[in-house]
């Protein structure tokens, strides 16, 4: 079994901790790596070295450090299919989409070469008398990032990219699930240029994470995972004085208005429904159509197109439209809440339970589900499944709809799909969720703008990527300056007020 390491000063260390964790190739349900899980010690040595590497680096001028940022999106290029196949043996999902994880991740890569522009400071020429004022942005140090299992490339460098762009020194922690990526990462931007230290890959559980948000060197850190954990983790950065941003769990609701393109919405849903196995923060999990003619259109077309899906591993090639879900623990709780929908008397349209793969029975493999006929109370439509399962929740009229989606505690992205500007424009207005597509299922902003969602799937002021990341890994400082000529008539008594 491959034994994995931390990636510590430039090079993979061993873990000292004497405590593991299986890593798995889900498609076969069998453990392949073990992962070490690092201790306090064992943080705090790598926060330490971190914080001796920065000084340097952030005196080094941004264009320099925007250099390596650029080599290293040439040598994620020339090793994309290798870092595919690893994510997707990790992870499970198909390899177009481990390389749509990786793309994603490259493109706030781009984003941060942009880092001599976006740190540009603000200047006020004679503030006062013979006084002008300058801001400027300076790194905060060493920051953090704690990432999740479903995206193990895209997350760390929506994370590591811009802090270290911005001349920070970071220290990642990876899931425990899929850590090889991460690793692999690291060791590219060292190929690129990254001075020894500026990022530490150190891999564990609850114990790293928090011996991060206890340590005083650690400034910023940056959180993306379920709602509990973000919760925890904001609050206990926040007494520890830090800034944080944790983003959280999701439950994300897509519209569909009557005069909506029903086999536009029907291949929609399907793909955000189902893709990566329902494994996404943006997954569309509760359809809402408008009227009971909408509706059962709707699940008329949904119906074969689910029927249709191919199930299999990543290495069965591009004809497969998801794979198996990451652990079996995650597999046990989806089919405990599909009993549980059954049991609240949702109508299961598309049953996936009994779904069998020959050759791959050990697999963490989940068929697909379709419900009907959701009601709020169910547990199927509070919690946040994260597995191939879509509800639908029947509405009466837009209003119904849009309260639906208002309502729900999670408020990361959602849709509508109409052909109507008037009723998208409102929508977009009027919903208090964070991302919002008109007629685009997945709405993930691009790198140039944030991302980021609101109520219970988003804590802090800062969004990801971005000028708000810029913003983040920075602390503005400004300066008031007067020289010596403007008190050449002695010392000043009062506060200078503008004339
Ligand atoms: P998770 O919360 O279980 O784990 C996330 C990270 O937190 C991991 O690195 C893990 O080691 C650590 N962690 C777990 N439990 C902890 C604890 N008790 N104390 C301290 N650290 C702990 O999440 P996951 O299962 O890896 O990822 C899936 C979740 O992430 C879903 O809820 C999904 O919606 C969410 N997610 C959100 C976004 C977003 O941008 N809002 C993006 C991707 C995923």
């Known amino acids: 079994m491959q034994e994995l390491s931390h990636f510590i000063t430039?090079?993979?260390v061993k873990g000292t901790s004497g405590r593991s964790a299986d890593v798995y190739n889900p498609a076969l349900g069998e453990a392949i790596a073990k992962v070490p899980l690092a201790s306090k010690e064992?943080?705090?040595?790598?926060?330490?070295?971190?914080?001796?590497?920065?000084p340097a680096w952030a005196a080094a001028n941004p264009q320099r450090r925007a250099r390596v940022l650029m080599e290293f999106v040439r040598l994620l290029n020339r090793d994309m299919d290798k870092?595919?196949?690893?994510?997707s043996r990790e992870h499970g999902k198909t390899l177009p989409d481990a390389r749509g994880d990786l793309q994603r991740g490259l493109e706030v890569a781009e984003f941060c070469i942009g880092a001599p522009h976006l740190l540009k400071g603000?200047?006020?020429?004679?503030?006062?008398?013979?006084?002008?004022?300058?801001s400027m942005r300076q790194p905060l140090g060493v920051a953090a990032g704690i990432a999740p299992f479903n995206f193990p490339a895209m997350i760390p460098m929506w994370q590591f990219c811009p802090a270290i762009a911005c001349g920070n020194a970071f220290v990642l922690k990876p899931s425990e699930r899929d850590p090889s990526v991460p690793l692999m990462l690291a060791e590219l931007l060292q190929e690129a240029g990254l001075p020894d230290g500026i990022l530490q890959v150190v891999n564990g559980d609850k114990e790293a994470v928090d011996a991060i948000l206890d340590n005083p060197a650690v400034l910023g850190v940056g959180f993306v995972g379920s709602t509990p954990v973000a919760q925890y983790i904001y609050s206990r950065g926040c007494a520890n004085g830090k800034r944080m941003q944790c983003f959280g769990g999701a439950k994300n609701h897509l519209i569909v208005m009557p005069d909506a393109d029903m086999d536009q919405a029907a291949d929609a849903l399907v793909g955000s429904g189902y893709g990566a196995a329902g494994e996404r923060c943006m997954?569309?999990?509760v359809a809402v159509p408008v009227g009971e003619a909408t509706a059962d259109r709707l699940i008329g077309k949904l119906i074969p197109r689910?029927?249709?899906?191919?199930i299999g591993p990543y290495t069965a090639g591009q004809d497969i439209d998801y794979g198996p879900l990451v652990t079996a623990t995650a597999k046990e709780k989806v089919l405990g809440l599909v009993e549980s929908g059954v049991g609240q008397g949702a109508t299961l349209a598309v049953d996936g339970r009994g779904f069998a793969l020959q050759g791959y029975e050990k697999g963490f493999f989940v068929g697909p589900h379709l419900f009907d006929r959701v009601t709020r109370d169910m547990e199927i439509y509070?919690?946040?499944i994260f597995g191939p399962v879509l509800s639908t929740l029947r509405a009466q009229n837009y209003e119904e709809a849009l309260g639906y989606a208002m309502d729900h505690e999670y408020g990361n992205g959602t849709a509508i799909f109409t052909r109507d500007g008037d009723t998208a424009r409102d929508f977009a207005q009027r919903v208090n969720i964070g991302m919002v597509g008109i007629n685009v299922p997945i709405p993930v902003p691009l790198a140039y703008h944030t991302f980021g969602g609101w109520k219970k799937s988003g804590f802090g002021d800062l969004n990801q990527h971005?000028?708000?990341?810029?913003?983040?890994?920075?602390?503005t400082k400004t300066v008031t300056c007067r020289w010596p000529s403007g008190i050449k008539e002695g010392g000043e008594f009062s506060i200078p007020v503008m004339e």
């Open 283 to 285: 997954a569309i999990s």
């Open 42 to 54: 064992e943080v705090d040595a790598a926060v330490a070295t971190a914080a001796e590497a920065q």
């Open 466 to 475: 971005g000028p708000d990341s810029f913003r983040f890994y920075t602390r």
């Open 83 to 87: 870092l595919a196949e690893v994510l």
């Open 10 to 12: 430039g090079k993979r």
């Open 122 to 134: 603000e200047y006020s020429e004679s503030a006062g008398a013979g006084i002008d004022l300058y």
């Open 306 to 310: 689910i029927e249709q899906m191919k």
């Open 382 to 384: 509070k919690q946040e």
